[in-house]
T-cell receptor
Framework: GENVEQHPSTLSVQEGDSAVIKCTYSDSASNYFPWYKQELGKGPQLIIDIRSNVGEKKDQRIAVTLNKTAKHFSLHITETQPEDSAVYFCAASASAGGFKTIFGAGTRLFVKA | NAGVTQTPKFQVLKTGQSMTLQCAQDMNHEYMSWYRQDPGMGLRLIHY???????DQGEVPNGYNVSRSTTEDFPLRLLSAAPSQTSVYFC???????????????FGNGTRLTVT
């Protein structure tokens, strides 16, 4: 089955710096790669996603890149702000696999003011 | 706009007791799923469903049962609670995209379960 690995588990940056979180996946049939942000006491919320027919997607300060050959995808947050502090999860799913979404272990991001 | 509603928010069980975690969504989503979240292990898929009457196992299904009699509801049953089932449980739903593509998951706010 699908396995998603996420690094680092903890990331601390200064306000205004960039943050990068990396994930790898194992199932070559995976074709949808969402990223979620989880704040304390709440469920995860989608922040950006990318599909397998696209290499890069950007939404304001957030961007995601996908390398299907290497089976890895990354989240880039630029000009970080204290409110970006949260836990971030990458995930992968395959239409052919019954739409199961498998998550990475999460990255706790601290943005220091 | 309720989205995904989970009840209860908190629950304490004794070992061996059974209970049902409720999940309801009002977005007419075909896909529903249950995850458990444990420190350092992310979100692990327990069971999922692509429509009423259809369920399947995820990564960690043992000790849990599900059913999907309606589009809106997807309850998770713990048959005989064990301390290893102490966790935060999240229900999530999504539409099945056109052409069978995946769509973003919408999560509830979770149920924190403690088994003593």
């Amino acid at each position: 089955g699908e396995n998603v690995e996420q690094h680092p588990s903890t990331l601390s940056v200064q306000e205004g710096d960039s943050a990068v979180i990396k994930c790898t996946y194992s199932d070559s049939a995976s074709n949808y790669f969402p990223w979620y942000k989880q704040e304390l006491g709440k469920g995860p919320q989608l922040i950006i996603d990318i599909r397998s027919n696209v290499g890069e997607k950007k939404d304001q300060r957030i961007a995601v890149t996908l390398n299907k050959t290497a089976k890895h995808f990354s989240l880039h947050i630029t000009e970080t702000q204290p409110e970006d502090s949260a836990v971030y999860f990458c995930a992968a799913s395959a239409s052919a696999g019954g739409f199961k979404t498998i998550f990475g272990a999460g990255t706790r991001l601290f943005v220091k003011a | 706009n309720a989205g995904v509603t989970q009840t209860p928010k908190f629950q304490v069980l004794k070992t061996g007791q059974s209970m049902t975690l409720q999940c309801a969504q009002d977005m007419n989503h075909e896909y529903m799923s249950w995850y458990r979240q444990d420190p350092g292990m992310g979100l692990r898929l327990i069971h999922y469903s692509v429509g009423a009457g259809i369920t399947d196992q995820g990564e960690v299904p043992n000790g849990y049962n599900v059913s999907r009699s309606t589009t809106e509801d997807f309850p998770l049953r713990l048959l005989s609670a064990a301390p290893s089932q102490t966790s935060v449980y999240f229900c999530a739903s999504s539409r099945l995209g056109s052409g069978g593509g995946n769509s973003p998951l919408h999560f509830g706010n979770g149920t924190r379960l403690t088994v003593t």
